[in-house]
Each structure stands twice: as C-alpha cells, then as structure tokens.
C-alpha cells in the first residue's frame, strides 16, 4: 500500500440557522490529496427562530451556542488539528447581537467566528468539489445549497464558476413565516435568466434536505434524482403533518418540519429551469471549509 507523503489534520464549523455542523478531515497526500472524515457532529440549534422573528440571538440560544461550541475546541484539542474556520452564515449575520455573540464564543470557547457573507458562503460551498466525477464539462449545472436561512446558487459552466448568489430563502425563514414575496420573485427571475443563458442540464443538490430526500427514495449513492420522483415526494410530503412525517416516513423532530420548504425550493429550481434532475453529491459548506483550509495551508497562509 502506498504512503501519504503528508497528513493533515483541519475542523470547519458551519454556524447555520437550522443547526450548527462540526467536521475533521484527515488529508492524506498521495499523488492527489485524500480527505477522510475522521469525525462529525451535527447539533440542532436553531438560531434562526430567534433571528427571523426577533431579529436577535437570545440568551437562551446563546448558552446552548456557547456550550456546543466549547465541546467543538475540546474535539479540536483531541485531534491536534493544523488549522480550523468556523463560518457563520445567515442567523448571525442577521442578527443585531451576532457580533456580540461571536465575541463571546471567541471568549469562553477559544475559537474565532468569520460571519461570512452569502456569496462567500456560495463560493467555499462550491470548493467543496467532488464535482468531476458527475459533471459533463461539456454540459452546465446549477448548484443550489438550500439552508435554513438562505438559498446558495452557483452556475457552473465551461468546467468554472461564472455566476453565483445568495437569496434570503431557507426553511427555517419560511416556517417562522419570514420570506417576502419580494425575494421569491428575485429568485425565480434570476433563475429564468440564467437558465435562458446557460440551459442547466441538471441540478446539483445540497444540503441536508436534499440529502434526505435522496434516501428516502431509496437512491444509491451515485444516482441522480429523477424531476417527476421529487415532485412526487413533495407532494407526498405535503399532505402529511410533521407528526406523520415522523412516524410514517421516520424522520425526526428537526428534519419533519423543515423539508417541505426545502424541496419547495429545489422543485422550484426544477421548474423555472426546465432541468430533469438533481444530482445528490451530499458535500456542503464543511467539506468546502476544510478544502479552503489545505488550500491556503499549501500556499503558506496558516489559519
């Protein structure tokens, strides 16, 4: 068996609206870089219920940030990572007091928050990569990462990026009722002229709706998901209350209520761009993170 030339240890943190995400990669060096997840955790904080309707953070949500946050560094000390980003992404930079509460995390928790913006979240999203093993870089893609507060749409065409934005479009927003028609209106007039310009032959799905969505139609991993099969659970899914979705389809608490605006969105995209599938990597913002880290770690430019 070959050795790695070289092997590195990073963590990301992706502060959501709907949940808050830890991931450490080993990156092995071989003759190309190999990233191994070495460990995950997903803790369901939902900053966007406060953010959406009271447009702050609240002492509550802090303390429970604040601890899961302080269990992050303790793994982050456990692994002996080179490098770490932990991004925050529409919650807190919406909220009045996200400054504030990132400061304090930084405090008590030892890490450093970047509230980025939704371009920048967009873009470290598309790092994420593993793209070429199911793009046609003859043919173009939209890349849609629906979040619980925002709507992330990369265009991907000639083998690059030539387009990318962020809409104020998530699931938490829509259940705590905070979506303006407004914004729907941009998203969907957007897509029309970006799919009139580039014609997107499918769809590239991310997040943990859609990743969902993937199992619950029982996909193997490399297997796109068919317009009229996500129509068809939408659908399905929408005659259910969240307590049916719980028992009947065997989701939990935290996924019941939010996958009904989560695959309204990507049946949307699906409409307004005439494209016939979704294509289910199931990377997102952490792994774009961690390959953002070994990139400038390369280059010299240590976190």
């Known amino acids: 068996m070959q050795e790695a030339n070289n092997r590195f240890t990073f963590g990301a943190i992706d502060i959501g609206s709907n949940a808050i995400r830890l991931l450490i990669d080993y990156v092995e060096e071989y003759r190309a870089p190999e990233f191994k997840k070495a460990a995950f955790v997903r803790v369901p904080i939902r900053l966007g219920e406060d953010v959406f309707d009271k447009g702050y953070i609240t002492t509550e949500k802090t303390s429970a940030l604040v601890h899961a946050m302080s269990a992050f560094a303790a793994l982050f000390r456990t692994f002996g990572i080179d490098a770490y980003k932990a991004y925050a992404t529409s919650a807190m930079r919406e909220a009045s007091n996200g400054r504030e509460v990132a400061d304090t995390i930084a405090r008590e928790c030892g890490i450093d928050i970047d509230i980025v913006d939704g371009n920048t979240e967009a873009r470290t999203i598309y790092e994420a990569g593993g793209l070429e093993k199911v793009l046609d870089k003859a043919k173009s893609y939209f890349y849609i990462d629906v979040g619980g507060g ?15 934005r962020s809409f104020r479009l998530g699931t938490v927003r829509y259940i705590s009722e905070a979506v303006s028609s407004h914004e729907e209106e941009l998203f969907a007039a957007w897509l029309k002229e970006k799919a009139d310009c580039y014609h997107p032959s499918a769809i590239i799905g ?3 709706n859609i990743n969902k969505a993937h199992r619950l139609l029982d996909k193997k991993p490399k297997d796109a998901i068919k317009a009229k099969e996500l129509y068809a659970l939408y659908t399905r899914l929408c005659k259910m209350s969240v307590e049916q979705r719980m028992e009947e389809m065997e989701l939990n608490a935290n996924r019941a209520d939010v996958i009904v605006p989560a695959l309204s969105i990507f049946t949307t995209a699906l409409r307004i761009t005439g494209a016939e599938t979704v294509v289910v990597p199931k990377l997102g913002l952490v792994d774009g993170i961690i390959r953002v880290l070994y990139r400038d770690y390369k280059n010299g430019r240590k976190s």
């Open 150 to 164: 925002s709507t992330e749409v990369v265009v991907y065409a000639d083998s690059r990026e030539v387009e990318a």
């Open 206 to 208: 991310s997040g943990g």
